[in-house]
């Protein structure tokens, strides 16, 4: 079975490679796909609209360009990962999940053990909740090559 997974989430570690790699040394037939994951680019997405001397309204504009992205993204995927970090608060992400939540499209979530209280209603919608990028190999592994 082929898959395409939406990468959501958390942007300042490497854990969309570790995925991306783990499953192409497993042979699997899987397309990525993420938010833009360059900080800067994404602020400045909404740029092209016009100068903006306030940064709410700098950040609405990219927000709503970035969102076309997103949005395209999660309604075409079969299933997204989306990781939760321990130093910034991802709301983003959360907003992802609930967005698969409505769609039911399935989601992962990933994200260590000090973040399941302020997850736990994230976690509730999820289909599996991995603590490493490797368990999320194993999961994506075992739904493709299973007969």
């Known amino acids: 079975m082929k898959l395409n997974v939406y990468l959501s ?7 969309r490679a570790q995925i991306i790699e783990g499953c192409q ?12 994951t360059n900080h800067d680019a994404s602020d400045a ?13 700098r950040d609405h504009k990219s927000a709503k360009v970035n969102a076309i ?8 995927c079969d299933l997204a990962v989306i990781r939760f970090g321990e130093k910034y608060k991802q ?11 409505a ?3 399935s989601y992962i979530t990933l994200h260590d053990e000090s973040l399941v209280h302020a ?4 976690d509730g919608a999820a289909q599996a909740w991995a603590q490493t990028p490797a368990q999320v190999v194993d999961i994506l592994k075992y739904l493709t090559t299973q007969a």
């Open 9 to 15: 989430g958390e942007i300042h570690s490497d854990w």
């Open 25 to 36: 040394k497993e042979g699997l037939d899987i397309s990525f796909s993420s938010a833009v």
């Open 45 to 57: 997405a909404g740029d092209g609209l016009g100068d903006e001397q306030n940064s709410f309204w």
């Open 69 to 76: 992205r997103i949005k395209h993204l999660i309604e075409n």
């Open 91 to 101: 709301w983003n992400a959360a907003f992802d999940a609930g967005f698969c939540a």
């Open 103 to 105: 769609l039911g499209k």
């Open 119 to 122: 997850l736990k209603e994230v």
